[in-house]
């Protein structure tokens, strides 16, 4: 069973950068077409930026332009690089497969605010 653990958050002001990073481990993570969520404070948890095993890549209108999602399938790794941040980012940071989801991990906390 496939399992993941985000880490990079914490606080930042408007306009400011931060680069999340999403470990995953128990299976083979190249197989698996993946995805970064977030779960913004009274809100349900919503999917934000996709990647496929093939590296092809896609995001939701809101993040286009400012946010990255990339992978090192030799590190078991995927990256969300976050620019341009807005207090409306503020949210817990999940990643998780596509399809099929695992155990949610705890995911990272990120907040924007001056």
């Known amino acids: 069973q496939v399992q993941f653990v985000e880490s990079g958050g914490g606080l930042v002001q408007p306009g400011g950068s931060l680069r999340l990073s999403c470990a995953a481990s128990?299976?083979?993570?190249?197989?698996?077409?993946m995805g970064w969520y977030r779960q913004a404070p009274g809100k349900q948890r919503e999917l934000v930026a996709t990647i496929d095993r093939g590296g092809i890549t896609d995001y939701a209108d809101s993040l286009k332009g400012r946010f990255t999602i990339s992978r090192d399938n030799a590190k078991n790794t995927m990256y969300l690089q976050m620019n341009s941040l807005k207090p409306e980012d503020t949210a817990v940071y999940y990643c998780?497969?596509?399809?099929?989801?695992?155990?949610w991990g705890q995911g990272t906390q990120v907040t924007v605010s001056s």
């Open positions: 128990g299976s083979i993570f190249s197989i698996y077409d």
């Open positions: 998780n497969k596509i399809y099929g989801v695992a155990h």
